[in-house]
């Protein structure tokens, strides 16, 4: 069976939040959202499982955000994740290599800020990514 009594829970946080899902040609599936006011990424094996050879636990999560969340992931045709999201008063688009690292090859380091108005409240100093740190240092 799938899970546990066919569902699955990631359980780090008591407000997570799974906004999208896609599923990969291997049939893994990818589940984003939130986990309280930070972007949040999981790839589950075919049983429900977390896959812990993504993101090196199974999930990634972007941290240091004011408020924060994944709305939408989609699969390239690299099979690289698209996250699309907020943060605060703006948007955030990010794409992730298959083993849940950053693709540095796009925006920068693997994100695109999209700020609204003058006010940013994202990446700020010390937030982490998948691999490590993100947004001004």
Known sequence: GFGTAGTAFLGISSAEVANSM?????????????????????????????????ASQGYAIFNDYVSAGATSVLLDSNQKIVLAGYVCFGSIVSRLNADGSFDGTFGTGGLVLNPIGSFVCAGVAGATGPTGPIGPT
Not at 24 to 49: C, E, F, H, M, W
């Open 22 to 54: 896609a599923l990969q040609n291997d049939g893994k599936i990818v589940v984003a959202g939130s986990a309280g006011a930070q972007i949040l990424v999981a790839r589950y094996l075919t049983t429900g499982v977390l896959d812990t050879s993504f």
